[in-house]
């Protein structure tokens, strides 16, 4: 193809795209629709809200009041269905309607915060308000630097995890609030005795998040504790413009794909087998997305789902026997860690073809990785080591800087 219709060929593809948005979403659409069953129930005060919407986040709403926040919640763990969660935020308690009395309620801005997930600490990084934070979840995997230095000089602890939750560690650290996440419906329970004693627990959904930046913007949640909105919008908005920038850059190869067959993308493969059983991300899931948007086929992207599902590996050997690239490919620093999971792997396309990638280039001496921490805020970055890996050409100045080449 020639490369001087690039331009064109690009600016049809996004007319097109813009076209069916226009024509399909007003079908989409309706009242009724929008109010799903998680969200019926809530009678709202006779003061009026702001700011209640999202741009990329399914799982989160912020409705601001004259003072007052609340901040709504929906379908907080794995599988669950019609959860809606609501916690009212406040800097002046007296003025929260007795209505919602019921409710959690957080005194703001908060001064000490227990984290349980390292993309919590990422996003109060972000804010500049480390400085908060009194306890941690594993501090052996916070990469922060900043924070890593407050559990040196005994000034963040750690609080344990699920059945080894340190109670009365918590209840001395005197949180103003603790951030959590539910994999399951059995959060709950903690939920529950945690704040029996006093101690106000929000659970926090990010990681189910499917849409790269729909993850980053939890950071408008995490910066309403600390009555913060309007930085957290500036930053999101930095890191969306280049998410999306990148993006573009990308399309030109979809463009491409759909005008001229025997350009086709490159396929992309990921994970890696436990014992019999190799656990593919679905073709709706975070990293399906980051593929796709780096101009990358995903080879199950016609797996209809979220999550994670088993495959076995003679199904996986039939569709990635000639694939291109092979990322997230758990543990492995080189390539024969891959090998001791599994000998046969060496007669994958990747393999042969030098093309193994794995998201572990910022990894810290104790066994953390920085993907899984600040590669929630710079998503951007991410997408544009993929793009480096699957189209060379287009970010020729770009050095990876969360994907190492596995050798």
């Known amino acids: 193809m020639n490369i001087q219709n690039k331009p064109l060929i ?3 593809s996004k007319l097109l795209r ?3 948005l226009a024509i399909l979403l007003p079908a989409c659409y309706s009242p009724e629709k929008d109010a799903s069953p998680g969200v019926t129930g809530f009678q709202r005060d006779s003061s009026r809200s702001e700011g209640t919407g999202t741009e990329y986040a399914r799982g989160f709403r912020i409705e601001k009041y004259s003072g007052y926040t609340v901040l709504h919640v929906i379908d907080p763990w794995q599988g669950s269905s019609g959860i809606h969660l609501k916690y009212v935020l406040s800097s002046s308690p007296d003025e929260v309607p007795d209505s919602l009395r019921q409710l959690p309620l957080i005194k703001t801005p908060v001064k000490r ?3 349980m997930s390292t993309t919590h600490v990422a996003m109060i990084d972000a804010l500049g308000k480390t400085g908060t934070i009194v306890g941690v979840s594993g501090p052996d995997y916070i990469s922060s630097p900043l924070l890593r230095n407050r559990i040196i000089n005994k000034e963040a602890f750690d609080v344990g995890a699920d059945q080894s939750l340190n109670y009365e560690r918590i209840i001395s650290l005197k949180p103003d609030v603790l951030i959590s996440y539910g994999v399951t419906a059995d959060i709950s329970g903690m939920v529950k005795r945690l704040g029996d004693l006093g101690i106000p627990v929000v659970l926090n959904a990010d990681y189910l998040e499917n849409e790269p930046l729909g993850k980053t913007e939890w950071l408008k949640f995490m910066a309403a504790f600390f009555e913060m909105e309007s930085e957290a919008d500036s930053i999101f908005e930095g890191i969306a413009f280049d998410y999306e920038k990148y993006r573009d850059l990308a399309e030109q190869t979809v463009a491409e794909y759909f005008l001229d067959p025997s350009a086709k993308r490159p396929t992309v493969i990921t994970g890696l087998p436990w014992k019999d059983a190799w656990y593919i991300p679905g073709g709706k899931s975070f990293a399906a997305a980051f593929i796709r948007d780096a101009g990358g086929d995903f080879l199950w992207k016609d797996m209809d789902s979220h999550e994670a599902a088993p495959v076995n590996l ?3 050997f039939m569709r990635a026997i000639d694939a291109d690239f092979w990322i997230n490919c758990g543990s492995a620093l080189k390539l024969e860690d891959i ?4 000998a046969r792997l060496v007669k994958l396309g990747p393999y042969k073809k030098s093309g193994v990638y ?3 280039a910022r990894q810290n001496p ?4 920085d993907f899984w921490e600040k590669g929630v805020m710079e ?5 544009a080591d993929l793009i480096s890996i699957f189209h060379p050409g287009l970010l020729p100045e770009h050095k990876l800087v969360y994907y190492e080449h596995l050798h």
């Open 10 to 12: 690009i600016f049809f």
């Open 18 to 20: 813009v076209l069916l």
């Open 113 to 115: 915060v227990i984290c």
């Open 314 to 316: 003679e199904s996986v």
């Open 339 to 342: 090998l001791e999971t599994e």
């Open 358 to 360: 794995n998201n572990t």
């Open 366 to 369: 104790t066994g953390g990785n």
């Open 379 to 383: 998503p951007q970055l991410i997408l």
